[in-house]
């Protein structure tokens, strides 16, 4: 499958290394049409964004809806768009405290089927879940059944068996996860490390 990456950056890395070893052609999207050390060709946002079957937004959280309406309705298409951001300012403050960037997407290209995930997940945990000791859980939101089936498969290809993928429902359900950010915040300054994700135990 050929996957745009919208975003250059540790996320956006992380991702892309972890899909290519699964077997995708990537396309990384960036505002200056270059950057180095990607698994895969560097091109234009809207390019990039023409060109993928799925498109992943790995832009930060807080510009992506304008990003995503400076490339278009045109190159987005009725694609899935797999949305991993979370939308924080730089003083630690929520652009949507009443809803979420995904919902936001959502509702500005009603044809594209987004998907809200890995959010939760620090950067070098989202390609790699075996790192960790114990298992642990990755979410899913999401108004599109089938849009959701699409991402699944490719959690799975970064390692996120079935089994620890939770799906919470619509769309709107991204606030709560986008709203975690702060709990994630505080635990990793807490502990000192990155290298933790959620587990639920009943």
Do not use: C
């Not at 540790?10 to 950057?35: C, D, N, P, Q, T």
């Not at 003083?91 to 594209?112: K, M, R, T």
């Not at 108004?143 to 079935?162: C, I, M, R």
Request: overall charge negative; cysteine-free.
């Amino acid at each position: 499958m050929i996957i745009s990456i919208l975003g250059t950056g540790r996320v956006a890395s992380a991702i892309g290394h972890g899909l290519v070893k699964a077997g995708h052609e990537l396309v990384f999207g960036s505002r200056s049409g270059h950057a180095s050390g990607l698994p895969g060709r560097v091109t234009s946002l809207a390019e990039a964004a023409s060109v993928g079957e799925v498109i992943v937004n790995a832009t930060p959280g807080v510009s992506a809806l304008e990003t995503l309406k400076a490339i278009g309705s045109g190159p987005l298409g009725a694609k899935v768009l797999i949305d991993v951001s979370n939308a924080i300012s730089d003083g630690f403050v929520l652009a949507y405290p009443n809803a979420s960037v995904a919902s936001a997407i959502q509702d500005e290209f009603p044809a594209v089927s987004v998907v809200k995930t890995l959010n939760t997940v620090h950067a070098q945990v989202m390609a790699a879940p075996g790192s960790l000791a114990s298992p642990s859980l990755v979410f899913l939101s999401g108004n599109s059944p089938d849009g959701k089936a699409t991402v699944s498969e490719l959690l799975a290809d970064l390692g996120w068996s079935p089994d620890a993928q939770v799906d919470l429902g619509d769309i709107s359900t991204a606030r709560a996860t986008e709203h975690y950010i702060f709990f994630s915040s505080a635990l990793t300054q807490a502990i000192g490390s990155t290298q933790w994700n959620l587990a639920v135990v009943e």
